[in-house]
């Protein structure tokens, strides 16, 4: 059965350093997201991205934030410089189409921030 | 302002009971509505998916409800099992994105 892969699993990284998510959506899907959920808390929208642009962003995607599909396959999230507040589980989602479209989650990435 | 409220933040259940978790949106200008199972420290599995103009879905043991109009949707696990014991989330899409409720801690002691 078709997933949505993410890597790595989990990083550890110091405060101000740059960190790279990766996601490999699902092959025939054409909108993917980023999701994060702080430990303990609601599951909070980041960013939607569409034919190589951002359709969506939330107030959390800020400069310090972007996204990437730099090939065919894989889709990033990059923290340029990372705060103690961004220690959180980022999940990666993809759907055949939007509005409307069952969205597909990855196991998600943890990353700590030291 | 868009929020999802989820009812009962936990329950624990023998097994074998019916069980019924609630959640409630403030916005009924919905596009669909997806409920999720999250195991501890994994993603989220899609269960079931509603969309607004539908009014139940049903996959197994499991069918859930929406009633739009007064902005609440149910999900309805027959004949529990310690496997089902997870925590459920309701999440509502609006447009580009989806607003998800805290979620319900689900236990089912056999």
């Known amino acids: 059965e078709p997933e949505v892969t993410q890597t790595p699993s989990h990083q550890v990284t110091q405060m101000g350093q740059e960190v790279i998510l990766r996601c490999v959506p699902i092959s025939n899907h054409l909108y993917f997201y980023w999701y994060r959920q702080i430990l303990g808390q609601k599951v909070e929208f980041l960013v939607s991205f569409y034919n190589n642009e951002i359709s969506e962003k939330s107030e959390i995607f800020d400069d310090q934030f972007s996204v990437e599909r730099p090939d065919g396959s894989n889709f990033t999230l990059k923290i340029r410089s990372t705060k103690l507040e961004d220690s959180a589980m980022y999940f990666c989602a993809s759907s055949v189409r939007q509005a409307r479209g069952e969205l597909f989650f990855g196991e998600g990435s943890r990353l700590t921030v030291l | 302002k868009q929020e999802v409220t989820q009812i009962p933040a936990a329950l624990s259940v023998p097994e074998g009971e019916n069980l019924v978790l609630n959640c409630s949106f403030t916005?009924?200008?919905?596009?669909?509505l997806q409920w999720f199972r999250q195991d501890p420290g994994k993603g989220l599995t899609s269960l079931l998916l509603i969309q607004s103009s539908q009014r139940e879905q049903t996959s197994g043991r499991l069918n859930a409800s929406l009633d739009k109009s007064s902005g609440r949707s149910t999900l309805y696990i027959a004949a529990s099992q310690p496997g089902d014991s997870a925590t459920y989330l309701c999440a509502v899409e609006y447009g580009n994105k989806l607003v998800f409720g805290a979620g319900t801690i689900l236990r089912v002691k056999s």
């Open positions: 916005d009924s200008a919905i596009y669909n």
